[in-house]
């Protein structure tokens, strides 16, 4: 049995007929019966496995829903962009041209991931931020603010590290500066520096020579 069909609920959007996905049968959180979201055409979300396309979401073009991902809300998929593994796409994000999220990346909020990137891991993007050009971003970066990344020296993204595993993210924003994400100090480099300066803690020399590692990253 398939797992959805195309209802006769349609919408146009961009030059685009779309039509109401409806559940035929029970998977993951999804009831028989269910109405989700809106795509192009059955080519747009697999059959098998547990992915779907929820609430206003869209999925057009020959963009792709695969394995168990999910897309929420007002997420819109286009172009050729894949999405699968156990990635989530929601709020107003947009995903489209040849990018692939895949992993447990999360991508929400209003950011724009395009051209060619590729989201893996357990990246989470949100806020305004935009990917593209030919850039990977893996491991347990966040990436958010407006962050803007169009090349692969604009993040930086550590493993764990220290005696808390903590993880580093660094990327270039919209206005140039670099923001760096730590789980107890986020902002612009200036700020982070500042702090690390000022705590007393046994991990505050890797700190600090991440923190040059990241202004030598970044030209600074």
């Known amino acids: ?10 919408r146009e959007w961009e030059g685009r007929a779309l039509h109401r996905i409806q ?7 999804v009831k028989a019966s269910d109405l989700g979201g809106w795509v192009e055409s059955e080519w747009n979300l697999s059959q098998n496995d547990t992915c779907w396309v929820f609430e206003e979401a869209i999925v057009c073009d020959k963009a792709q829903i695969k ?3 999910k897309v929420y809300k007002h997420g819109i998929v286009k172009d050729n962009a894949i999405v699968k593994d156990n990635a989530i796409i929601t709020g107003n994000t947009m995903v489209c041209d040849n990018v692939i ?5 999360q991508i929400t909020n209003n950011a724009n991931i395009y051209n060619s990137a590729i989201v893996t891991d357990n990246s989470f993007i949100c806020d305004n931020a935009k990917i593209g050009g030919i850039v990977m971003i893996g491991g347990n970066s966040v990436i958010c603010n407006d962050g803007f ?3 692969q020296r604009d993040v930086f993204w ?3 590290f220290g ?5 580093i993210t660094a990327f270039r924003c919209i206005d140039g500066r670099i923001y760096v994400y730590i789980p107890f100090s986020s902002g612009y480099l200036e700020k982070v520096e500042h702090y690390i300066n000022e705590i007393k803690s046994p991990d505050n020399n890797i700190y600090k020579l991440m923190l040059e590692f990241i202004k030598a990253n970044f030209g600074l």
């Open 149 to 151: 990344i169009i090349k």
């Open 1 to 10: 049995m398939k797992k959805f069909i195309l209802t006769d609920i349609t």
């Open 23 to 29: 559940a035929m049968r029970n998977f993951g959180s």
């Open 158 to 160: 550590t493993g764990p």
């Open 101 to 105: 999220i895949s992993g447990k990346a």
């Open 163 to 167: 005696s808390n595993n903590d993880t």
């Open 67 to 69: 394995n168990n991902a």
